[in-house]
């Protein structure tokens, strides 16, 4: 557990030492955002292992099934095409989640960016209970095979993980949704025509450098829910219960979103411009 | 005390001079951020984060003083760079000097190399100290004669005058780099110098302004793609084909200009296998090369990373030959560092005369020194509280845990704010100057 907190910790520094080498007199240096995005990377690895290691234990959740289900229609209306928003945002009225505004939310934002697989996997995020989880998978789907293997591979692992711990039980029932979002999401990247410039901004914006092709995959909603997150300080990770404190989440949330989306734009055209 | 230079004595190092403010609130354009002697060691020049460089020249040596050599006193002050604005990417150029090189001495005049983020600039440092006198078509102020009044023809007579030191730059080298320059070295053909900015290096003519070869390109087409930057480079003291590059990641890699006109394949490749036990978040950067310089005798290569220094011997690409611990205390500490922006901290370093010794930076104005002879290490502080003129420098030592010793300094107190990036040593002698923030100090060794 303790791990996980550093690692946010650590992968909120990075964030904002990124954020804030854009102010900074000279332009942007190279060298620093470099290490810093490598350090970004190694905390989010090591935060992910950790939920991993621990999601696959709590088998009994009610809303595991629930999401099974969601996430089977949700896949058999997303198809890899351009009109994905329209389709997603009908079967949201059948979630069960209590987040509707926060939806809507999320999708002006990537609106904004207008990225297709954006819309379709950020929505697909929101049929989860807990934001800060979702977002972490996500963040999660853009390392290569190993974050789609392992959800297969962890069942088998008998790791004596935090059983108790509420986001690990949360976050197991998300796994199995999240490979096949991986998958998809892979495929509308291949074939979406606006493929490089939501991948430079995402790129941007959370890593300024990438080893894998997979990586390029990581959108807008990856670094807006990381935002939130951290926006958050923490309140959305650990809690349990919606509505109350995930909505003032979702406010200030909104806000990180929004200043890092506008600032993700000419950050991507001076790297563009590099 | 340590063994010094060219034989077992012990040397002391005493305080010898400093210069800059005494003023707690330092401005930031006074902040030295590159200190470098000349060939011959009689010229000490510093580069600070406002553009400018200020030249310190050695007085001659006193018959009546024995036991202190020549004190350095200001020879030159002049804006090497201003700060400039790119409108096509909206970014603002610093003016910070990151590196001064001297040329080597042909004539009466010096030439040094200062370069900042962009441009690279060749300045000519001359002496006046005659002028002449006795001019037929002008007063001695300047006003030209009346012409009817000149009934006679006089031979001007050079008088003297008073010494007066004239900065003027004889070449910009402009426009040849995308990213920050954060090398430049001089070629032992006297002729050419490279210029490595994150992803580059250019061989430039000294002559020549408006082309350079670019003989490095590490970018990738994709710069999604990119995993490491240059982060130094030198030329081999005799080798005017062999040069070397640090990255980001750990590595060094010798080219030779000879091979081909792009050297993207190198020569030879020198890397330490990484310690799995000690990985941590921030080992990637712990092990980004902050420095790296050639031995006098171009044997053996020096390089800086946030926790060592390594020598490598040129023949052995697997390891490096001697590593010496600058401050391993920080190692538990990264994770502070990181947040205070310190592990960024690009720290240099430097050989003596005879290769004997190296030295480098660290935090709270401590340096260290370590004998490759010897395998002794010295710490020291440079701080205004030993500078009485030549006062005794006396060994530091950082408490790591358990009981502090008196006179050791816990690694909690240390001061971090207060950090030695930049020291140079005297080609020829035991002297060096430490770039402690805006205050340069000068240390000697005490003759026995």
């Known amino acids: 557990m303790e791990y996980k907190v550093e690692a946010h910790r650590i992968m909120s520094i990075s964030l904002g030492k990124i954020y804030n080498s854009r102010v900074q007199r000279g332009g942007i ?15 989010r690895q090591v935060y992910l292992s950790d939920y991993y290691s621990g999601a696959c234990l709590n088998a009994q959740s009610e809303r595991e099934g629930n999401e099974w289900d969601i996430t089977d229609s949700e896949r058999e209306k997303f198809p890899p095409s351009a009109t994905e928003c329209d389709r997603v945002e009908s079967t949201e009225e059948t979630q069960p989640n209590e987040q509707p505004e926060k939806e809507r939310e999320y999708r002006e934002n990537d609106d904004e960016v207008k990225s297709d697989q954006v819309d ?12 800060s989880l979702d977002s972490v998978a996500k963040v999660s789907s853009e390392t290569p095979p190993e974050s789609i293997t392992e959800p297969k591979e962890s069942p088998s692992d008998s790791a004596v993980a935090e059983r108790d711990s509420t986001p690990e039980a949360n976050g197991e029932s998300h796994q199995p949704p999240k490979t096949h979002v991986c998958s998809n999401r892979k ?15 995402t790129k941007v914006a959370s890593s300024n450098a990438k080893e894998d092709e997979e990586a390029e995959e990581m959108d807008t909603s990856n670094v807006s829910n990381l935002i939130t997150i951290f926006g958050s300080s923490f309140s959305g990770l650990l809690s349990k219960e919606s509505a109350k404190p995930e909505a003032e989440a979702e406010d ?3 806000i990180c979103c929004d200043q890092m989306l506008k600032n993700l734009n000419p950050w991507s055209t001076a790297i563009v411009a590099f | 005390m340590m063994a010094g230079v060219g034989g077992g004595n012990d040397f002391q190092w005493c305080f010898s001079q400093v210069k800059g403010a005494i003023d707690e609130d330092v401005a930031e354009a006074d902040i030295i951020s590159t200190v470098e002697f000349n060939c011959s060691g009689e010229l000490l020049a510093t580069g600070d984060k406002g553009g400018r460089v200020v030249i310190f020249q050695r007085e001659q040596e006193s018959k009546n003083r024995l036991l202190s050599r020549g004190e350095y006193n200001v020879y030159s002050t002049f804006q090497s760079h201003e700060p400039e604005f790119d409108y096509l990417k909206s970014l603002e150029i610093e003016e910070k000097i990151n590196k001064i090189r001297w040329l080597p001495q042909q004539n009466a005049a010096h030439f040094l190399l200062s370069a900042n983020d962009k441009t690279i600039k060749l300045w000519k440092i001359s ?12 007063d001695e102020d300047g006003r030209l004669r009346d012409q009817f009044r000149i009934t006679t023809l006089r031979v001007p007579v050079l008088m003297p005058m008073d010494l007066m030191v004239e900065a003027s730059p004889r070449r910009i080298f402009a426009n040849a780099h995308t990213y920050h320059i954060n090398s430049i070295s001089v070629n032992s053909d006297y002729e050419t110098y490279l210029s490595a900015d994150d992803l580059r290096i250019n061989l430039w003519h000294l002559e020549i302004t408006d082309r350079s070869f670019n003989i490095v390109d590490i970018k990738p087409a994709n710069m999604e793609e990119l995993t490491e930057v240059i982060t130094a480079a030198e030329c081999h ?7 070397v590059y640090s990255s980001s990641k750990g590595t060094i890699r010798l080219c030779d200009t000879r091979a081909a006109a792009l050297c993207d394949r190198h020569s030879k490749f020198f890397e330490e296998p990484e310690d799995p036990s000690s990985r941590s978040f921030f080992s990637e950067i712990i092990s980004s090369i902050s420095d790296v310089k050639f031995s006098h005798s171009g044997r053996y290569m020096m390089t800086r990373d946030y926790l060592s220094v390594k020598v490598w011997d040129l023949n052995m690409e697997n390891r490096p030959v001697e590593t010496y611990q600058v401050h391993e205390y920080l190692r538990s500490k990264l994770c ?45 502080e440079a701080s205004r509280e030993n500078s009485k003129p030549r006062a005794m420098l006396k060994p530091r030592k950082v408490c790591t845990g358990g009981k502090r010793k008196k006179d050791e300094i816990s690694v909690d107190s240390l001061d971090f704010n ?20 805006n205050n340069l100090y000068i240390f000697q060794d005490k003759i026995n």
């Open chain 1, 29 to 43: 240096k190279l060298h620093k955002n470099l290490l810093v995005s490598l350090v970004l990377r190694s905390a």
């Open chain 2, 336 to 380: 502070s560092l990181y947040e205070n922006d310190c592990i960024f901290d690009k720290f240099e370093c430097c050989w003596n005369g005879s290769d004997s010794a190296i030295m480098t930076g660290s935090y709270n104005n401590f340096f260290r020194m370590f004998d490759r002879n010897t395998r002794r290490d010295i710490t020291l």
């Open chain 2, 237 to 243: 003291p005799h080798q005017c084909n062999v040069f």
């Open chain 2, 127 to 138: 002496e006046r100290d005659k002028r002449a006198e006795g001019y037929n078509l002008k």
């Open chain 1, 187 to 201: 495929r509308s990247a291949e074939e979406s025509e606006s493929g490089d410039s939501p991948q430079k901004r």
């Open chain 2, 418 to 437: 207060k950090k030695i990036l930049h020291t140079a040593w005297h080609p020829k002698e035991n002297v060096i100057a430490v770039a402690a923030t």
């Open chain 1, 120 to 131: 379709c996997t950020s929505t697909l995020q929101e049929q989860n209970q807990n934001s």
């Open chain 1, 252 to 254: 200030s949330g909104q």
